[in-house]
Each structure stands twice: as structure tokens, then as C-alpha cells.
């Protein structure tokens, strides 16, 4: 399955940084990074089952969330950029 992940944590208390950092540190492990609390990639059904059983460890359920979009394959979703896409960032790199 092919899946859009973003996420909201509330920094408002000393926890929620810690809280951030573990979370995009799962994400990443599973996901590529988009944009700030944006990830996307390919999954199988048992790593979303792992991806889910991780973040539920950190996000405090009364105070962050978790969207997950989901779709059979990256070839169904129509994705469009305004402004700078990821690769106009990068291009300069060999």
C-alpha cells in the first residue's frame, strides 16, 4: 500500500519536543520525509502494523495526532506541487 503520513505534536509542554523527535525519527525509519511533518512511501501491511504499534508508543492521544492517507499504489495518487518541489531543493547536489 502506498501511504501519506502527517502529523501534529503539541510543543506546548517540555515532553512534546522529545515527543516530536521520536516520532519523526519512526517515520523516518519507515517512510521517506517530505516536508516538515509530512511523510510518504510504499509499505507492506505488516510494517504499517509496526509503523502504528511504534508511534503509539509516544503520541500522548489527548494532546498530538496522526493522519495516515492511504491508497492501493503511488501509480493511483495524483500528486501536485506548488511553489518548490523536494527534487528543485536537491538539484544542486552531485
Same mark, same amino acid.
Given at each position: 500500500? !502506498? *501511504?501519506i503520513l502527517v !502529523?501534529?505534536?503539541n510543543l506546548e509542554e517540555k515532553q512534546g519536543n522529545k515527543v516530536l523527535r521520536n516520532v519523526?525519527?519512526?517515520c523516518k525509519k519507515y517512510l521517506v520525509? *517530505?516536508?516538515n511533518s509530512t511523510f510518504e512511501g510504499e509499505l +507492506? /501491511? &505488516?510494517q504499517y502494523v509496526k509503523l502504528k504499534k /511504534? +508511534? &503509539?508508543q509516544y503520541i500522548r492521544k489527548d494532546k498530538d495526532s496522526v493522519i495516515v492517507f492511504q491508497t492501493r499504489s503511488e501509480k493511483w495518487l495524483d500528486k501536485h506541487f506548488l511553489g518548490k518541489k523536494e527534487e528543485d531543493i536537491t538539484s544542486n547536489f552531485l
Open positions: 500500500m !502506498y *501511504v !502529523y501534529d505534536i519523526f525519527k519512526t520525509h *517530505v516536508q +507492506l /501491511e &505488516s /511504534e +508511534l &503509539s
